[in-house]
């Protein structure tokens, strides 16, 4: 049986998380498809071809898919699913509010934020922040899952052939409405995928601060800058740059924590990063206890030291 | 206008949770509970909401024990008008619970339904948006901001890269991000006057048929440790040993 990819489009176009999906799925056994709903998106359409795994690509290229809204695309979603043994999203902001939608219409208990797969239904999920792993079954029957992104390396974008076949749009549901959007717009990578990530915690002590001492840094390693929770809910960085259990899960191959106290529910977001690096004035603090390499010390001066023997 | 608000008890952010011996579940035993801390965000949102004349009820529902009750009366303090434990002593599912919700949404009436986006405990985040298609309503999740006019909720949500806002005609379920607000500092007086309002207990059995698929947990672990890792003496130390592990250039 068959495995239906749900693909998430930005403005860049196929969301890398989507491919992790892909590759999620292709460990499920049984052809992958995936599903493209959007508006104008013949151009991804045809990138996504490509997609090492992928056999077939269905369209659906409406202007009530164009802004992701779960109330009209559950209920194509649900008209599809009845060709599918599973459904699969990436656990992004889209996934996660989309396929729980998706699930009720077709009365499945789903599993979400995957990180490994066990067996065809005996998945790995982290609870409690990243603190305990479950392992849990699901019943028979259809199979809706999020994967979690960083723990899936994405699909080759070469090697496949797959299919494009146009499908009809369910419609309108009337329900809701898209207003407005405001993403961060920044030449740095993406917090999410970003091979290299240093972040602040509330100890920079203000938005000046923050912006004035990490970014400088972040641009001589192509990084992107991350947050803790105390830092964005002081205003000093915005919501996006929050790292943990309530923001982004990352897993870069390096993460440089500046000021950052290491509570469980911001340790529970970088746990899968190759090397922690923390540098903190407090050796008792707990981020000490995730890093791999640990400097006790102010934060003011050690990036400047950093980034002088960053370019010797 | 009635508002639910679905809270849960979940065990206190600030413990260390650790697995039974069995290692087949969360050890509860001697720890210490309190409400999810996203479900205090929606309380805080409905009373809010209430204070500025826009709704008129707001309802706080648990499922589960007796012992939910403690987080009732919290929900109470924090300016519920009334509270409602459905009781039982199985650990529901999402689904369930969302099935749970849809019943008591027909007998309850309420024009919105509130939650925290996600429970501290499995972190699932799918309750709001199952009860959602259950109902066939329109849904707001992570929401950062919420106006209501017109039988209109404006919506502003938490999204990957930035934040987006949705319009969505009522009723409607909205889950509650943290920065939709600062829950109030509960004072002894309302502690007090929360005594005087109404506790309900209904035997979930009662609302009917809430029969749905649910996962089985088999095993709960500890994530592999990470390796010690090293305090090192200066800037210099560092980036030789970023360079040996090749993750600098
Ligand atoms: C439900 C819930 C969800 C949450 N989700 C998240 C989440 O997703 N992400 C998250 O990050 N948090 C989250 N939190 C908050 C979390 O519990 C912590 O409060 C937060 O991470 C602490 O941020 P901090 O490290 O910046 O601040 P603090 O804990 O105040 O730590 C500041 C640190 O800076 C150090 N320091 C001070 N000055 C210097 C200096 N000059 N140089 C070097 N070090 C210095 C101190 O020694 C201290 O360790 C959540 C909390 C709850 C209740």
Redesign the pocket.
């Known amino acids: 049986m068959s495995v239906l990819v749900i693909a998430e489009i930005d403005t860049h176009g196929l969301k890398t998380a989507t491919r992790s999906a892909i590759s999620a799925a292709a460990q499920l056994g049984g052809e992958v498809h995936v599903l493209l709903a959007g508006e104008n998106i013949q151009g991804i359409a045809l990138q996504a071809k490509e997609i090492k795994g992928l056999s077939k690509i269905l369209v659906a290229d409406s202007p009530e898919y164009a802004q992701g809204i779960a109330e009209n695309l559950s209920p194509l979603v649900r008209q599809l699913a009845a060709d599918y043994q599973t459904i699969v999203a990436a656990a992004t902001s889209f996934g996660k509010n989309l396929l729980p939608r998706v699930a009720a219409l077709l009365d499945v208990a789903m599993v979400s934020e995957v990180t490994q797969i066990l067996a065809p239904r005996r998945f790995v999920r982290p609870i409690y922040?990243g603190n305990l792993n479950a392992t849990v079954a699901a019943p028979v029957g259809q199979l809706v899952l999020t994967i979690r992104p960083t723990t899936f390396a994405p699909a080759e974008l070469q090697g496949g052939a797959a299919e494009v076949v146009a499908v009809a749009s369910t419609g309108d549901a009337g329900k809701a409405r898209f207003v407005s959007r405001e993403l961060a717009v920044s030449d740095r990578p993406e917090l999410a995928t970003a091979k290299v990530v240093i972040s602040?915690?509330?100890?920079l002590g203000s938005k000046e601060a923050f912006h004035a001492t990490l970014t400088p840094l972040a641009e001589q390693l192509g990084a992107a800058i991350g947050?803790?929770?105390?830092?964005v809910d002081s205003g000093m960085a915005p919501n996006d740059w929050?790292?943990?259990?309530?923001?982004t899960v990352i897993a870069p191959e390096l993460y440089i924590a500046?000021?950052?106290?290491?509570?469980?529910?911001?340790v529970?977001?970088i746990k899968d990063a190759k090397i922690i690096v923390a540098?903190?004035?407090?050796p008792d603090?707990p981020?000490f206890k995730v890093a791999d390499y640990g400097l006790v010390?102010?934060?003011?001066t050690?990036i400047p030291a950093l980034q002088s023997a960053l370019k010797g | 206008m009635k508002i639910l608000v679905q809270i849960k008890r979940v065990i206190d952010?600030q413990v260390t949770v650790r697995p039974t011996a069995d290692g087949r579940n969360v050890e509860t035993a001697g720890v210490k509970m309190s409400i999810n801390?996203?479900d205090e965000n929606a309380l805080e949102a409905a009373v809010r909401l209430k204070e500025a004349g826009l709704a008129t009820e707001v309802l706080a529902v648990a499922i589960g024990s007796a012992a939910n009750q403690d987080v009732l009366r919290h929900a109470l303090a924090m300016g519920a008008d009334r509270a409602l434990l459905l009781e039982t002593e199985h650990t529901l599912g999402s689904l369930q619970t969302a099935k749970a919700l849809k019943a008591l949404v027909a007998r309850e009436a309420p024009q919105l339904v509130l939650t925290g986006k996600q429970a501290?405990d499995d972190d699932a985040a799918e309750t709001a948006q199952m009860l959602a298609a259950l109902l066939d309503w329109p849904q707001a999740t992570f929401a950062s901001a919420i106006t209501l006019a017109d039988g209109v909720a404006t919506v502003v949500r938490e999204i990957d890269g930035g934040q987006e806002t949705l319009q969505l005609n009522l009723p409607a379920v909205i889950s509650a991000d943290?920065r939709l607000n600062d829950p109030r500092f509960i004072k002894l007086p309302a502690l007090m006057m929360a005594k005087k309002k109404p506790l309900e207990t209904l035997p979930l059995a009662e609302l009917g048929a809430v029969e749905a698929p649910a996962l089985t947990l088999e095993a709960v672990n500890e994530p592999p440790a990470r390796p010690a890792g090293r305090v090192l003496g200066n800037v210099d130390e560092l980036v030789a040993a970023l360079r040996a592990a090749k993750v600098l250039s």
């Open positions: 922040a602040g915690g509330r100890s947050a803790t929770r105390a830092a929050q790292v943990g259990q309530t923001g500046f000021g950052v106290s290491g509570a469980a529910q911001h529970g977001g540098v903190n004035t407090d603090a981020i010390a102010d934060l003011f050690v | 952010y801390p996203f501290i943290l």
